[in-house]
């Protein structure tokens, strides 16, 4: 099968929908973030632009809409989590994707920066903020990972704007 190409020039003529159309074509596991607000509140959101960035330090990053009301949670907080979500767990992704309710019925604690940590995920990795930089409508958050922990299971994944679990 041909690819078909599509110009990314400039911004009056760019078609938005096809580009993200283009890089949904990416699978990617599926996340929430969580912090807490400057009230002490906790927030979380789900995200699915994260990824390792370096082994020595340890660090990871996130991507999050500049507009997001929460990005000074997670901006000007001592730290936040990063949950790796297993496939059983898409109602979680709905929930934090939202604009409802999140924490009802979520179990959580807190580590050492105070941020939620949410129970049975696949994976938490709590983080303090290492630098924040622009990217376009979004920022790049970057955090070096103080402590994790794991569980085994299958994760949730997000491709072609639909949840799914891998498939061998």
Aim: negative net charge.
């Amino acid at each position: 099968m041909a690819l078909t190409a599509t110009s990314a020039g400039p911004k009056d003529s760019f078609d938005e929908r096809a580009f993200r159309d283009a890089v949904g074509r990416f699978a990617t596991g599926v996340t929430i973030v969580t912090a807490r607000d400057a009230t002490g509140a906790p927030v979380g959101v789900t995200i699915n632009s994260f990824t390792s960035l370096s082994l020595d330090p340890p660090l990871v990053l996130f991507c999050l809409d500049r507009r997001s009301r929460y990005l000074p949670a997670f901006r000007d907080g001592p730290g936040f989590v990063v949950h790796v979500l297993a496939v059983e767990q898409r109602e979680w992704a709905m929930r934090f994707a939202s604009r409802g309710e999140r924490w009802t019925g979520i179990e959580y604690c807190d580590w050492e920066t105070g941020a939620p940590v949410i129970e049975d995920c696949l994976t938490a990795l709590e983080c303090r903020l290492e630098a924040v930089h622009e990217g376009g409508d979004h920022a790049i958050l970057i955090g070096r990972v103080l402590r994790f922990a794991t569980r085994d299971g299958a994760p949730l994944t997000y491709h072609r704007g639909r949840y799914s679990a891998l498939s061998d």
